[in-house]
């Protein structure tokens, strides 16, 4: 089916789908099998060549949401990553990324690239015009990630898409926060999208997967390159996948409202210090999601009074879950020091401004009525037992 004007929803429910031929079941079949014809086909199928027919089927979903050209899928967020930022770089080649990144990926570049003789670079990641300053002959990639993880930053994509293009450089991004349902970055002019399809695409939290889109002629050397590291992802999982992400327009746009709602009620709430929400007006960057975003997401990080223990706080969430991932149509808090972001070093992480105190927020479906009763009995039971203890 032609994703050529169609709605999100549509796009999620029926592009890329296969047709059962012999039952007509209303849903795509799954073709487990690992071992396919070489003689006298089209195309030579492995899995470990991402062409399968369940995962040919699913990138053409995931290159429709994205607008792109084509798509592939990973194992996980991070084989997509890695695959993706490599596929472009080699040895005395340099790139340059925003300084407010995922964990693992921040971890990656720190820890790996100089093994293979790769230089990089830190930036503002919220200054188009730092990082045209730090562009060098030997620059081939960006990479910048928007709203970021974990204080929800934006970074302008038209601004640093135009000076990409303009000195010859490959931009990529990680658009795992937004998903494709708030944010098309090759819309905005960047190269390559990536997304951890753990997340929002899945939806569920019981999905690993990562995904990549771009145009065909990007897309070549990242299939050369994942089709040797094996990156690919299951046929059962592929068919999973493509099960959730046919209700993740509705998904997406119930976790924005309430996302919503909990960013202003926090931000009104005398117990909370400051709430991080790209849907709020008090937002540094609220003006530019608006510019570049359909919906804010359902994403947020917020700080506890200091007064108030905020492991406690999460321990005494009832319904609320404490949980290492996001995304999922279950609302989620965790401490990004002590999971996303515990790679980092305590300076690192004081430097990009993530306190230890810091709560990141993953709102889920649920009545907003509930979420809120949930913290509301938190915070009370904080105060209850730190006055008990105190002399």
């Not at 980092?344 to 810091?358: F, T, V």
Request: hydrophobic share 40%; with cysteine.
């Amino acid at each position: 089916m032609s994703s050529e004007k169609k709605g999100i929803n549509t796009i999620c429910t029926h592009v890329g789908e296969l047709e059962d031929k012999t039952y007509k079941g209303a849903v795509s079949p799954l073709y487990m099998s690992t071992s396919y014809a070489f003689e006298g086909v089209d195309i030579k199928r492995y899995p470990r060549y991402f062409n399968t027919p369940n995962q040919m089927a699913l990138s053409q979903k995931i290159a429709a949401l994205e607008h792109a050209e084509t798509a592939m899928i990973f194992g996980s967020g991070m084989a997509a990553v890695s695959t993706a930022i490599l596929a472009f770089l080699q040895a005395g080649d340099h790139i340059i990324l925003q300084r407010m990144l995922y964990g693992g990926t921040y971890s990656l570049i720190t820890e790996q690239l100089n093994k293979f003789g790769i230089e990089y670079s830190f930036i503002d990641e919220s200054r188009p015009e730092t990082f045209e300053k730090a562009i060098r002959p030997t620059t081939r990639v960006v990479y910048i990630e928007t709203p970021s993880n974990p204080l929800l930053t934006i970074t302008d994509i038209r601004a640093f898409a135009r000076i990409a293009k303009r000195h010859g450089i490959i931009s990529l991004i990680d658009n795992t926060f937004a998903s494709p349902v708030n944010q098309n970055p090759i819309d905005l002019g960047i190269d390559v999208v990536i997304h951890s399809a753990t997340k929002y695409m899945g939806g569920h939290s019981d999905i690993l997967a990562g995904a990549v889109a771009c145009s065909k002629a990007h897309m070549e050397p990242i299939f050369q390159l994942a089709k040797n590291l094996g990156g690919s992802l299951s046929d059962y999982t592929v068919w999973l996948l493509e099960r959730s992400i046919k209700t993740m327009g509705i998904r997406v746009k119930a976790q924005n409202e309430n996302a919503q709602k909990l960013a202003e009620f926090l931000e009104n709430h005398s117990d909370i210090a400051r709430v991080y929400y790209p849907g709020l007006p008090t937002h540094p960057d609220h003006e530019l999601a608006k510019s570049q975003m359909h919906g804010f997401g359902g994403m947020m990080s917020f700080e506890l009074n200091e007064a108030l223990d905020a492991s406690l706080f999460q321990k005494s969430l009832k319904l609320i879950k404490s949980s290492m991932s996001l995304a999922g149509v279950e609302s989620t808090v965790l401490s990004p020091t002590q999971t996303s972001h515990a790679l980092l070093s305590a300076e690192e992480r004081a430097k990009q401004g993530i306190k230890d105190g810091l709560i990141r927020f993953s709102v889920g479906i649920e009545e907003t009525e509930d979420l809120v009763q949930d913290i509301e009995q938190a915070v009370a039971e904080v105060k209850k037992r730190q006055m008990a203890v105190q002399p």
